[in-house]
């Protein structure tokens, strides 16, 4: 994880980080970021992790990507629960992301260090969060906006961490936006400039090209891309279904092939617009 940020901090790119849902979103993501010879993060939530269990989620992983030409890294999304975090961490993920922004800071610092700690042992790497990114996703967050940190605190809780990515709220927002996002891309630039570390970009559906561009530019090196994956899947699926129940011809394999090719064209445009293409090494 951490060198698949930092070549893209250093060269202001983004590398897209989709949270899989299953065996078919796997691949498909994994194919896109092949065809596009991009570095791909897959995440999984831990909805995810919990509904197939760790060690079956891990194993899938492993079938689908472990062999991919392009640099392919696995990240714990939003997980508040240490148990979760160290049982990931134990499994085969090569990051997670600690999410303990309804403690307060100090004691988030203290968790945190502790977590990162655990990390090194395995050779992985930590996201950080002290503000809590607005909208519910996978049964987790809160539609109330979280109060932002200052500079300072922020700065401080990065340094004394030792995390390798950290995930400000700057107005950004899970699920589909309800109106158009005012984003305070300022604060990418001062964290950016004061720790020299990659920023995660969370609730990356619905912002706009121009958005992503300048917040990649700033620094945000990991693009988290959720929600339009998962309309991706299911609006794909009911369309082919739709057109299987007129025609009264159930072939499964076909509606797969017709979901995957929808993920992949969805993976592909984000990949692009990122200035991930032709990243790989
Ligand atoms: P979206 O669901 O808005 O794409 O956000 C994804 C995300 O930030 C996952 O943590």
Avoid at 245 to 259: C, I, M, N, T, V
Wanted: some cysteine; glycine content about 8%; proline content about 4%.
């Amino acid at each position: 994880m951490k060198e698949l940020l930092d070549r893209a901090l250093a060269d202001r790119y983004g590398v897209a980080a989709f949270n899989i849902i299953n065996d078919l979103t796997i691949e498909a993501v994994v194919a896109a970021a092949a065809e596009e010879r991009a570095p791909v993060i897959l995440q999984t939530s831990v909805k995810t992790v919990k509904q197939y269990g760790r060690p079956q989620l891990f194993a899938i992983v492993q079938a689908l990507a472990h062999d991919a030409s392009v640099p392919v890294t696995l990240h714990l999304d939003h997980c508040p629960d240490r148990s979760v975090i160290a049982d990931c961490l134990d499994g085969g993920w090569n990051s997670v992301l600690f999410d303990a922004h309804e403690l307060d800071v100090a004691e988030n610092l203290r968790q945190t260090t502790e977590v990162v700690a655990e990390a090194r042992k395995v050779g992985a790497h930590v996201e950080g969060e002290i503000e809590g990114i607005q909208g519910v996703e996978d049964d987790l967050g809160s539609d109330e906006a979280a109060p932002v940190q200052s500079l300072e605190v922020a700065v401080d809780f990065i340094e004394r961490t030792g995390v390798d990515c950290f995930a400000p709220a700057i107005g950004n927002a899970h699920g589909q936006y309800k109106r158009t996002p005012v984003l305070d891309a300022q604060r990418i630039s001062d964290l950016v400039a004061a720790t020299g570390i990659p920023m995660a970009l969370h609730g990356g559906t619905g912002l706009s090209d121009e958005q992503f561009t300048d917040l990649i530019a700033r620094g945000c090196a990991k693009v988290n891309i959720s929600t339009a994956l998962k309309e991706t899947f299911m609006q794909s699926g009911l369309e082919f279904l739709r057109e299987t129940a007129e025609r009264g011809k159930w072939d499964p394999p076909s509606l797969f092939r017709h979901q995957r090719t929808a993920v992949l064209e969805m993976a592909r445009r984000h990949i692009r617009l990122f200035g991930g293409s032709g990243r790989a090494w």
